[in-house]
């Protein structure tokens, strides 16, 4: 899931969220414990995007405010250059 797409979930869809992403992750462990478990990569991307909610939710409930600018622009200060 896209970042921008957790942004603009509120913080009780987000614990909703987290609370059902943590009951797939429990699944996946015992999926891969028993041998069970096809796509290994799918435990990867469930824990980054528990870790990427929980940091939106911890954003939300503080009160910070988090601008988004693409990374090129942010780094520089200078607009991107155009390829040939």
Do not use: C, H, W, Y
């Amino acid at each position: 899931m896209k970042a921008a797409d957790v942004r603009q979930m509120t913080v009780d869809q987000l614990d909703d969220e987290i609370a059902k992403l943590k009951k797939e992750r429990f699944n996946l462990r015992f999926q891969r414990a028993t041998g069970q478990l096809e796509n290994t990569s799918r435990v990867r991307s469930i824990r980054r995007d528990i870790a990427r909610m929980m940091t939106v939710a911890s954003e939300k409930r503080s009160g910070k405010v988090v601008e988004t600018k693409p990374a090129a622009a942010k780094a520089s200060g200078k607009p991107a250059k155009k390829s040939k």
